[in-house]
């Protein structure tokens, strides 16, 4: 009798948890990824730094036409461009 409870993105469930579990507030935070609608939609969304990373599916052509709740912050050419 229950209901499963989906959690991916872009919903903000497993953002979040990182970030209460972080002790960083979202504006402290980074999220990285390869897709816009998913990856960068989510750090967009819940007020976090979006970095797409062009190694994955996304194209500059995906990028130019893209919502403005799914335009990165930070454009990378690859992760290996990122350093901590």
Known sequence: G???LFIG???PDMALLAIEQSGFSAEQTV???DRL???IALGKKNGML???VMSGETTAEMVANAADCEKPDLIYKSVAYVEF
């Open 37 to 39: 609608y998913t990856d």
């Open 9 to 11: 993105k872009p919903q």
């Open 50 to 52: 979006s970095l797409l």
């Open 31 to 33: 999220l990285i990824g």
């Open 2 to 4: 229950r209901r499963p």
